[in-house]
């Protein structure tokens, strides 16, 4: 699924109108990353260079100039390097296949942004990009040794983030698309993963069972490294390893999201390796699920960003009052961050380009209000560790997790992870029908 080159033009210059007039816009894509010796991992762009033109090979610069015209400076054409390394799109295909209005070899990167930065008031780019940093100040410094010859350096620089950020924010109908096809993959995914647990296999086996799913699907890696915890391994949040044996009687966290034309999914799903709840795990994921559905009936369009991890915290606070966990007065408890020894994590993130994606939580000190097209996440959990000697021991080593990746809309929350059981009877009678 591709966006048009029409719609990155479009971007740039909604992204110029946002700049100071007489602004130029410097952005690159980043390098190949070695994974050892000569091996290369496979490269991914820059999401906001992505955003921005849609260019997806590496050590390549954008320049979008005050009148909103793009230059791409990339790798040039060689048949030899493409014979051992694969296709470029080259000068020529960055005018064709992506709406360059100009385009250049990187031997003339030099040479093209010095031309493209005289007379330039305003140089906009992303501050944490120390290699570029230290370009433009060469760039810059050229041109000022030359101001006798006419020649006029920038004098502002603007630090591009934030700009791009609120941009990213708000999803346009060609990335909802995306997002939601990124979605359903990983539904399926995780479809798959509970139709193929059981006791005794190994973690990584049941996540080669989802990124076979991704990989036949379309989505060629993960958004991100895929969580496949089974038992107290579930109450490490990012636990990455995936090496252990699944026992019966375990819970399996798996949290993992297909990525999809760069966009990623994000899902997290709590079910038991040999498909029956015990009672303490029902009891807790329950409550977890409760949080969900509390938390979702916030998420509309005009609600400040911190009322669905607000509810979402009450409503777990009560639960585990409820069941014991915690005792005390429930506002006290949250005043006192008490429910952190169980939950200690927000109840979700923006979602996009990157799977923790760009965006200020907070406007002006307040919590942002939610608007139509923003993505985000909602994933409350529970986790009660192993050698947690504070609770009862039939809790212990109970990990908890339920996320969706949920569309704001103007009728209400849409989940684009529509279709993955989360309702406890409505997994263990999946698992029932396909294990």
């Not at 350096?153 to 708000?170: D, H, K, S, Y």
């Amino acid at each position: 699924m591709q966006i048009a080159a029409h719609v990155y033009a479009d971007r740039r210059r909604r992204l110029m109108a946002s700049l100071p007039d007489n602004s130029a816009v410097v952005i690159r894509t980043g390098e190949l990353s070695t994974r050892n010796n000569d091996c290369d991992y496979e490269f991914r762009p820059h999401s906001s260079f992505f955003y921005l033109t849609g260019f997806p090979e590496p050590s390549a610069y954008a320049v979008i100039h005050p009148n909103g015209d793009l230059t791409l400076i990339t790798l040039p054409k060689d048949p030899e390097k493409e014979l051992w390394d694969g296709f470029r799109f080259g000068s020529e295909g960055a005018i064709e296949h992506f709406g360059a209005e100009k385009a250049a070899v990187l031997s003339e990167l030099d040479c093209t942004l010095v031309e493209s930065m005289d007379g330039v008031e305003h140089i906009a780019y992303l501050f944490d990009d120390a290699c570029l940093r230290e370009k433009i100040a060469g760039w810059r410094d050229t041109l000022a040794s030359r101001a006798r010859a006419g020649a006029v350096a920038p004098t502002q620089f603007i630090n591009l983030a934030n700009f791009v950020a609120e941009m990213r924010l708000v999803k346009d109908e060609h990335e909802i698309a995306i997002m939601e096809k990124a979605a359903q993959i990983s539904v399926e995914a995780h479809k798959q993963a509970m139709k193929s647990v059981c006791p005794d296999m190994m973690e990584y086996q049941l996540e080669a069972e989802i990124n076979y799913t991704f990989m036949k699907s379309g989505a060629r890696q993960p958004a991100y490294s895929n969580i496949v915890a089974s038992g107290s391994n579930a109450c490490v949040l990012h636990y990455i390893k995936n090496d252990e044996k699944i026992d019966n009687g375990d819970l399996v966290l798996i949290d993992a999201g297909a990525e999809l034309g760069c966009y990623a999914a994000d899902i997290t799903r709590t079910f038991p390796a040999n498909g029956k709840f015990s009672e303490p795990q029902a009891a807790l994921y329950q409550l977890v699920l409760d949080a969900y559905y509390a938390g979702l009936k916030e998420l509309t369009v005009g609600s400040p960003y911190e009322a669905f991890h607000k509810t979402a915290v009450k409503t777990l606070t009560q639960g585990l009052v409820k069941l014991e966990l915690l005792e005390g007065d429930v506002d006290t408890l949250i005043e006192d961050n008490a429910y952190r020894d169980f939950y200690m994590h927000n109840t979700g993130h923006w979602l996009g380009l990157d799977v923790h994606d760009c965006g200020a939580y907070k406007v002006d000190g307040t919590s942002r209000i939610l608007e139509e097209g923003m993505v985000l996440t909602l994933e409350p959990g529970l986790y009660i560790a192993a050698d947690n000697q504070a609770v009862d021991e039939k809790w212990r080593g109970i990990g908890i997790r339920i996320e969706d990746d949920i569309l704001i809309k103007a009728e209400g929350p849409y989940v684009l992870t529509h279709g993955l059981p989360k309702e406890i009877d409505e997994i263990e009678a999946f698992m029932a029908e396909n294990n």
